[in-house]
T-cell receptor, first 111, second 114 residues
Framework: GENVEQHPSTLSVQEGDSAVIKCTYSDSASNYFPWYKQELGKGPQLIIDIRSNVGEKKDQRIAVTLNKTAKHFSLHITETQPEDSAVYFCAAYQGAQKLVFGQGTRLTINP | DAEITQSPRHKITETGRQVTLACHQTWNHNNMFWYRQDLGHGLRLIHYSYGVQDTNKGEVSDGYSVSRSNTEDLPLTLESAASSQTSVYFC?????????????FGPGTRLLVL
């Protein structure tokens, strides 16, 4: 079955700097990779996703890259702001009605 | 505005009791899901439904059941609550290809089983 490893578990960056969160997956058949942001006391919210037919996708300050050969994908946040502080989850869909989530990264933006 | 709600937001119960967590969405989405969130495990799928009268088991379905009698609601029942079921529970919904489209999550229910 699919296994998704997410690193780091915690990340602290200065406001204005960039943050990178990395995930690896085990099943080469995985074809859909969403990223969710969870603010304190709320449910996760999709911030960006990528499918296996593209290598990179950007949305303003957020970008996701996918390396199918190495089976890893990363979330990049540039020009970080205090409101970026949250827990971020990656996920991978392999099929068989299973979306597997990583363990989460707690991102803290220091003013 | 369309939304997805969960109730109660917090629940304390005793071992062996039956507990039902409610989930209601007003988006008219066909697909609905229940996840549990535990530290170090991310989100794990309990049950899901593609539409009325359809229910399917997820990764961690033992001890849980769901029913889908209409499009808007997917209640989650813990038949006999156990301490291992202490967790935060999230309901979600989506359209289209279920797991390969945006899932919209509710605010969660924090359950404590004593």
């Amino acid at each position: 079955g699919e296994n998704v490893e997410q690193h780091p578990s915690t990340l602290s960056v200065q406001e204005g700097d960039s943050a990178v969160i990395k995930c690896t997956y085990s099943d080469s058949a995985s074809n859909y990779f969403p990223w969710y942001k969870q603010e304190l006391g709320k449910g996760p919210q999709l911030i960006i996703d990528i499918r296996s037919n593209v290598g990179e996708k950007k949305d303003q300050r957020i970008a996701v890259t996918l390396n199918k050969t190495a089976k890893h994908f990363s979330l990049h946040i540039t020009e970080t702001q205090p409101e970026d502080s949250a827990v971020y989850f990656c996920a991978a869909y392999q099929g068989a009605q299973k979306l597997v989530f990583g363990q989460g990264t707690r991102l803290t933006i220091n003013p | 505005d369309a939304e997805i709600t969960q109730s109660p937001r917090h629940k304390i119960t005793e071992t062996g009791r039956q507990v039902t967590l409610a989930c209601h969405q007003t988006w008219n989405h066909n697909n609905m899901f229940w996840y549990r969130q535990d530290l170090g495990h991310g989100l794990r799928l309990i049950h899901y439904s593609y539409g009325v009268q359809d229910t399917n088991k997820g990764e961690v379905s033992d001890g849980y059941s769901v029913s889908r009698s209409n499009t808007e609601d997917l209640p989650l029942t813990l038949e006999s609550a156990a301490s291992s079921q202490t967790s935060v529970y999230f309901c979600a919904s989506s359209v289209g290809q279920a797991f390969q489209e945006t899932q919209y999550f509710g605010p969660g229910t924090r359950l404590l089983v004593l």
